[in-house]
Nanobody
Framework: QVQLVESGGGLVQAGGSLRLSCAASGSISSINAMHWFRQAPGKQRELLAT???????NYADPVKGRFAISRDNAKNTVYLQMNSLKPEDTAVYYC?????????WGQGTQVTVSS
């Protein structure tokens, strides 16, 4: 069983920054990749950023240049640094850990950006 605990969400003004954290614990086998998603009200969950086990990172166009994903493998933790936040970034943010055997979701953390 794998548990993912997210933190770092909150309320921020447009143009501000937040850093989200996602710490994984439990029976973690080989991690293939860690991802950040978000879901705004009435919208589908969308993939924002990916960090693979061999160090490759990818970003969705809406966040490219503003968000940065990073990992601390020793702590099984992934981060999402979010800069230049916009009201349209308001959503619940989720981390997702993918291993060889399965995938696991965090519980989500709310990010609200006021104009």
């Amino acid at each position: 069983q794998v548990q993912l605990v997210e933190s770092g969400g909150g309320l921020v003004q447009a143009g501000g920054s937040l850093r989200l954290s996602c710490a994984a614990s439990g029976s973690i086998s080989s991690i293939n990749a860690m991802h950040w998603f978000r879901q705004a009200p009435g919208k589908q969950r969308e993939l924002l950023a990916t960090s693979t086990s061999d160090g490759i990172t990818n970003y969705a166009d809406p966040v490219k240049g503003r968000f940065a994903i990073s990992r601390d493998n020793a702590k099984n933790t992934v981060y999402l640094q979010m800069n230049s936040l916009k009201p349209e970034d308001t959503a619940v943010y989720y981390c997702y850990l993918r291993t060889v055997a399965a995938g696991f979701w965090g519980q989500g953390t709310q990010v609200t950006v006021s104009s």
